[in-house]
């Protein structure tokens, strides 16, 4: 059996604990799910793609994805969130 895709993502306690409690929407875009983020007074300038390969979003678009080591909170948001990532293997 496979491990959950959080245990298979390197990030840390304060990006997980972003990720549970801010108000993230997804939208599945193929293999691919945008994440928005209601959270912001601004939720348009606060979109993303997470990428999903294998059952873990090993991408994002936003900058702290790229800048930071380990996945970001968007990352994090999906693979909490299991029915999000049945459905893009569906």
Do not use: W
């Not at 997804?26 to 390969?53: C, G, K, M, T, W």
Request: hydrophobic share 35%; glycine share 2%; aromatic share 6%.
């Amino acid at each position: 059996m496979n491990r959950p895709a959080l245990a298979r993502l390197e990030t840390t306690s304060r990006v997980r604990k972003r990720a549970q409690y801010e108000a993230f929407e997804f939208e599945l875009q193929d293999d691919d799910v945008r994440v928005r983020n209601r959270s912001h007074a601004n939720p348009e300038d606060h979109e993303y793609i997470v990428r999903i390969e294998d059952d873990l979003p090993t991408a994002c678009t936003c900058p702290a994805d790229v800048k930071y080591s380990g996945a970001c909170k968007h990352r994090v948001a999906v693979a909490i969130r299991q029915p999000i990532l049945d459905a893009v293997r569906h």
